[in-house]
């Protein structure tokens, strides 16, 4: 069984650079042979929050939870793609993840950041670490931030920069050293 590990975007403007580097990712991930379906709010128009998912009866969540949540408990791991909005979380991207809680817990995740700037993202990548790991979905390591988005990336999210492709191999192969570490863990059960 491949891998399952959603990558969860979470810019939703209609110029934002986010995607490319989604789609970077999302290449590495699958020329690893793991499975990453792209989670994007502004493609499902993900509500603002209301009630969480689990707050509703069952089979009462708006379809776009029922389904993410079906794919969140099917996941291996989370990647999650985070620009820097005022040296923290775009809200777009808070307010994706806030939808959630158990269906994250005992799997890991990973921080891809970006930004236009020469830091690639990292302040908000230092927050998103910290309410990863909140949610039960610890991050690994490593980041892979990407500086200058503008031009480290193409529109299909080829990398412009030669580096780019080796910190993703490296990053994707800590990525999966822990999912599969944590999947054989949780055949044998979890705490609760
Ligand atoms: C509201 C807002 C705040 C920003 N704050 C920062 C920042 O604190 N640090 C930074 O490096 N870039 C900042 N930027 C520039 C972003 O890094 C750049 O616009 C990036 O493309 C945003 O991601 P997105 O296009 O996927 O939405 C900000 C951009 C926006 C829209």
Request: proline share 8%; hydrophobic share 40%; net charge negative.
């Amino acid at each position: 069984m491949p891998l399952l590990m959603p990558v969860i975007l979470g810019s939703v403007r209609s110029d934002r650079q986010g995607v490319k580097a989604a789609r970077f990712i999302t290449r590495s991930l699958e020329s690893r042979g793991c499975e990453a379906p792209v989670v994007d709010p502004l493609e499902l128009n993900l509500p603002l929050l209301d009630r969480m998912y689990k707050e509703y009866h069952k089979g009462e969540a708006p379809e776009v939870l029922e389904r993410l949540a079906e794919l969140f408990r099917r996941a291996d791991a989370f990647v999650v793609v985070s620009g820097e909005y005022n040296h923290g979380i775009p809200p777009g991207l808070s307010n994706t993840l806030d939808h959630f809680l158990e269906e994250y817990f005992w799997r890991p995740s990973a921080i891809v950041c970006y930004s236009g700037g020469r830091f690639g993202g990292v302040r908000a990548a230092m927050q998103l670490r910290a309410m990863l790991c909140e949610l039960g979905t610890p991050s690994i390591p490593s980041l892979l931030p990407i500086p200058e988005i503008g031009t480290a990336l193409t529109v299909d999210g080829d990398p412009e920069m030669p580096w780019l492709d080796k910190a993703a191999s490296r990053f994707v192969d800590e990525l999966v050293w822990y999912a599969e570490a944590l999947r054989r863990q949780r055949t044998g059960g979890t705490p609760y």
